[in-house]
C-alpha cells in the first residue's frame, strides 16, 4: 500500500492543487518532487535527470507544431475568418440549436488546425449570445465547447492537424490519416453521444424565437471576410496535410535521414510531422495574403500568435515532466504491469498504459508521449509480428489518450473554465460526461470493432 501512496498522492494533490486554481507550471515540479521524496529518490537528480528532459524534449519534439497552430489560430482570429465561419454555421442553424452550433463551430475551427485554446476564446462570446437566446444554462457552455474542441477533432476523425494525432506518426511510420474507418465510428459515437447527452442536460427548453446578436467587435459586417474565404485557409491545412504526406515527400529521397548526423531515423518516422508543418505554414502564408488589409497589426497579430503557443506548450511538457517521474516510481511499474497482463490483443495493454498515464499527466499529448516512448518501439514489434496494422495501433492510441486526459487538472479544462468565469465544482460535471465518459465508451467500442473485423 505504502508504494502506491508515492502515486496516489502526489497526483491527487496536483490535481487537488489545479483544481484550486494553483498554475500547472508550479505544481507539477512541487508534485514531481514529492512523488520523488516519498519513493526516497534523490530530488536534484530527479528534477535535473528525469523531470527536466522529459519537459525539454516534448519542447524540442513539438515546438514547431504549438508555435504555427497558434499563429494560424490567430491570424484566422484577428483576420475575421473565425468569427465569419461561426456566424456562418449559426445562421445555417437558428439559435434555438445552440449545442449543436457551438460545437460544429468549435469542431470546424479545431479541425482546420486552430489550437483549442484559441477556439476557447474566440468562440465563447458566441456561446454566451446563442444561449441566451436559446435560453439554455451558462454552465453548460464549457462542455459544449469542450466536445466540439477537444473530443472527436482532437484524437478520433481522421486528418486531425492536432498534436493528438501527430504523436504517433513517428512511432509507427503512419500519417495523419491512419484507420480513417475507425476514426469515423469513434467520432461520430463522441460527437452524436455529446450532444445527446448535452441536450439531456439543458433539459426541455422552449426555444426563444429572438435572434441572438453576434457581436463582430472590431468588424464592421462589410469587413468580415465571406465564408468561402474563411473556409479556404482551413481546407488548405486539410488538403496539402494529405498531400504532403501521401504524395510528395514519400517522393522524396530522404536516405540521408539515415545519417547519425541526421537522426538516424527512417523517413516514415518524420514524414508526417513535416507534412503537418508544411501545410500549417502555407495556410498561414495564404492568411496573410488574403488578409493583410484586414489585420490592423500584421506584425502584433504575429507576434500575439508565438506567445499564445508558449503557456500550451510549457503547461504540456510541465504535465509530461511529472509524468516522467511518476512513470520511473516502482508503483507505476507495478501497475503498468498488470496493464501488460490484460488478456486479448496486445493493443488493449498498449491503450490501457496509455490511457493511464493521460490521466496521470491531465495530458492526452504528455500521457501519450511517456506511453510511446516507453512502450511503443515493443508494440509496434509484437502488433507485426502478429499481422496488426501500425494505422489501427496509431488510432487507437491517439483513442485512448483521449479520455482519461480531461480529468479536473487537464490545462485546457483549467483554461476553459478560467474564460467561461465558472469553477470546477459549478461545471466540470458535464465536462467530464462529453470529454471523459463518453471518449472511453468510444474507445471500448472501437477495440472491439477492430477486434471483430480482425485489424488487431
Same mark, same amino acid.
Given at each position: 500500500?505504502?508504494?502506491?501512496?508515492?502515486?496516489?498522492?502526489?497526483?491527487?494533490?496536483?490535481?487537488?492543487?489545479?483544481?484550486?486554481?494553483?498554475?500547472?507550471?508550479?505544481?507539477a515540479p512541487?508534485?514531481?518532487?514529492l512523488?520523488?521524496l516519498?519513493?526516497?529518490?534523490?530530488?536534484?537528480?530527479?528534477?535535473?535527470?528525469?523531470?527536466?528532459?522529459?519537459?525539454?524534449?516534448?519542447v524540442?519534439?513539438?515546438?514547431?507544431l504549438?508555435?504555427?497552430?497558434?499563429?494560424?489560430?490567430?491570424?484566422?482570429?484577428?483576420?475575421g475568418?473565425?468569427?465569419?465561419?461561426?456566424r456562418?454555421?449559426?445562421?445555417?442553424?437558428?439559435?434555438?440549436?445552440?449545442?449543436?452550433?457551438?460545437?460544429?463551430?468549435?469542431?470546424a475551427?479545431?479541425?482546420?488546425?486552430?489550437?483549442?485554446?484559441?477556439?476557447?476564446?474566440?468562440?465563447?462570446?458566441?456561446?454566451?449570445?446563442?444561449?441566451?437566446?436559446?435560453?439554455?444554462?451558462?454552465?453548460?457552455i464549457?462542455?459544449?465547447?469542450?466536445?466540439?474542441?477537444?473530443?472527436?477533432?482532437?484524437?478520433?476523425?481522421?486528418?486531425?492537424?492536432?498534436?493528438?494525432n501527430?504523436?504517433?506518426?513517428?512511432?509507427?511510420?503512419t500519417?495523419?490519416?491512419?484507420?480513417?474507418?475507425?476514426?469515423v465510428?469513434?467520432?461520430?459515437?463522441?460527437?452524436?453521444?455529446g450532444?445527446?447527452?448535452?441536450?439531456?442536460?439543458?433539459?426541455?427548453?422552449?426555444?426563444?424565437?429572438a435572434?441572438?446578436?453576434?457581436?463582430a467587435?472590431?468588424?464592421?459586417?462589410?469587413?468580415?471576410?465571406?465564408?468561402?474565404?474563411?473556409?479556404?485557409?482551413?481546407?488548405t491545412?486539410?488538403?496539402?496535410?494529405?498531400?504532403?504526406a501521401?504524395?510528395?515527400?514519400?517522393?522524396?529521397?530522404?536516405?540521408?535521414?539515415?545519417?547519425?548526423?541526421?537522426?538516424?531515423?527512417?523517413?516514415?518516422?518524420? +514524414?508526417?510531422?513535416? %507534412? /503537418?508543418?508544411?501545410?500549417?505554414?502555407l $495556410?498561414?502564408?495564404? #492568411?496573410? !495574403? *488574403?488578409?493583410?488589409?484586414?489585420?490592423?497589426?500584421?506584425?502584433?497579430?504575429?507576434?500575439?500568435?508565438?506567445?499564445?503557443?508558449?503557456?500550451?506548450?510549457?503547461?504540456?511538457?510541465?504535465?509530461?515532466?511529472?509524468?516522467?517521474?511518476?512513470?520511473?516510481?516502482?508503483?507505476?511499474?507495478?501497475?503498468?504491469?498488470?496493464?501488460?497482463?490484460?488478456?486479448?490483443?496486445?493493443?488493449?495493454?498498449?491503450?490501457?498504459?496509455?490511457?493511464?498515464?493521460?490521466?496521470?499527466?491531465g495530458s492526452?499529448?504528455?500521457?501519450?508521449?511517456?506511453?510511446?516512448?516507453?512502450?511503443?518501439?515493443?508494440?509496434?514489434?509484437?502488433a507485426?509480428?502478429?499481422g +496488426?496494422?501500425?494505422? %489501427? /495501433?496509431?488510432?487507437?492510441?491517439?483513442? $485512448?489518450?483521449?479520455g #482519461?486526459? !480531461? *480529468?479536473?487538472?487537464?490545462?485546457?479544462?483549467?483554461?476553459?473554465?478560467?474564460?467561461?468565469?465558472?469553477?470546477?465544482?459549478?461545471?466540470?460535471?458535464?465536462?467530464?460526461?462529453?470529454?471523459?465518459?463518453?471518449?472511453?465508451?468510444?474507445?471500448?467500442?472501437?477495440?472491439?470493432?477492430?477486434?471483430?473485423?480482425?485489424?488487431?
Amino acid at each position: 500500500m505504502l508504494p502506491l501512496l508515492t502515486l496516489l498522492l502526489p497526483l491527487g494533490l496536483l490535481i487537488w492543487s489545479v483544481y484550486r486554481g494553483w498554475p500547472v507550471l508550479l505544481a507539477a515540479p512541487v508534485m514531481a518532487l514529492l512523488a520523488a521524496l516519498l519513493a526516497t529518490d534523490p530530488l536534484l537528480a530527479t528534477l535535473t535527470q528525469r523531470f527536466m528532459p522529459a519537459t525539454g524534449g516534448f519542447v524540442v519534439a513539438f515546438l514547431p507544431l504549438f508555435l504555427l497552430g497558434a499563429v494560424f489560430g490567430k491570424l484566422m482570429e484577428a483576420s475575421g475568418a473565425a468569427l465569419a465561419l461561426a456566424r456562418a454555421i449559426v445562421a445555417k442553424l437558428g439559435p434555438a440549436q445552440a449545442l449543436p452550433a457551438v460545437v460544429l463551430s468549435c469542431a470546424a475551427l479545431t479541425y482546420g488546425g486552430i489550437s483549442l485554446f484559441v477556439v476557447a476564446f474566440a468562440i465563447y462570446p458566441l456561446a454566451v449570445a446563442l444561449f441566451r437566446a436559446s435560453g439554455l444554462p451558462h454552465r453548460l457552455i464549457p462542455a459544449a465547447i469542450a466536445l466540439g474542441a477537444f473530443t472527436f477533432t482532437m484524437s478520433a476523425l481522421p486528418g486531425s492537424p492536432a498534436i493528438q494525432n501527430a504523436i504517433p506518426m513517428p512511432y509507427f511510420g503512419t500519417t495523419a490519416f491512419a484507420a480513417p474507418g475507425l476514426g469515423v465510428i469513434a467520432g461520430l459515437i463522441m460527437g452524436m453521444g455529446g450532444l445527446l447527452y448535452l441536450s439531456y442536460a439543458a433539459g426541455k427548453v422552449t426555444p426563444n424565437t429572438a435572434q441572438s446578436v453576434l457581436d463582430a467587435g472590431a468588424f464592421d459586417d462589410a469587413e468580415l471576410p465571406s465564408l468561402w474565404l474563411a473556409l479556404l485557409p482551413i481546407l488548405t491545412v486539410f488538403a496539402m496535410n494529405w498531400l504532403l504526406a501521401e504524395l510528395a515527400f514519400p517522393r522524396l529521397d530522404l536516405g540521408y535521414l539515415a545519417d547519425p548526423s541526421w537522426g538516424g531515423v527512417a523517413p516514415s518516422r518524420v +514524414i508526417g510531422v513535416w %507534412a /503537418l508543418i508544411g501545410a500549417l505554414m502555407l $495556410a498561414i502564408l495564404l #492568411l496573410l !495574403a *488574403l488578409s493583410w488589409r484586414r489585420l490592423a497589426n500584421p506584425r502584433q497579430t504575429l507576434s500575439d500568435g508565438s506567445q499564445d503557443a508558449l503557456l500550451p506548450l510549457f503547461n504540456t511538457a510541465m504535465l509530461v515532466g511529472f509524468g516522467a517521474v511518476v512513470a520511473a516510481l516502482p508503483a507505476f511499474a507495478a501497475v503498468n504491469a498488470l496493464t501488460d497482463q490484460i488478456p486479448g490483443s496486445p493493443l488493449i495493454g498498449l491503450a490501457a498504459s496509455a490511457s493511464l498515464l493521460a490521466g496521470i499527466t491531465g495530458s492526452a499529448s504528455g500521457g501519450m508521449s511517456i506511453a510511446l516512448d516507453a512502450l511503443g518501439a515493443r508494440y509496434l514489434e509484437i502488433a507485426l509480428a502478429e499481422g +496488426i496494422d501500425p494505422e %489501427a /495501433l496509431h488510432r487507437v492510441v491517439a483513442l $485512448a489518450t483521449g479520455g #482519461l486526459d !480531461a *480529468l479536473p487538472h487537464n490545462g485546457a479544462v483549467v483554461t476553459l473554465l478560467g474564460i467561461a468565469g465558472l469553477t470546477h465544482k459549478e461545471a466540470y460535471g458535464p465536462i467530464f460526461v462529453v470529454s471523459v465518459a463518453i471518449p472511453v465508451v468510444a474507445l471500448a467500442v472501437t477495440l472491439a470493432l477492430a477486434s471483430w473485423l480482425g485489424a488487431f
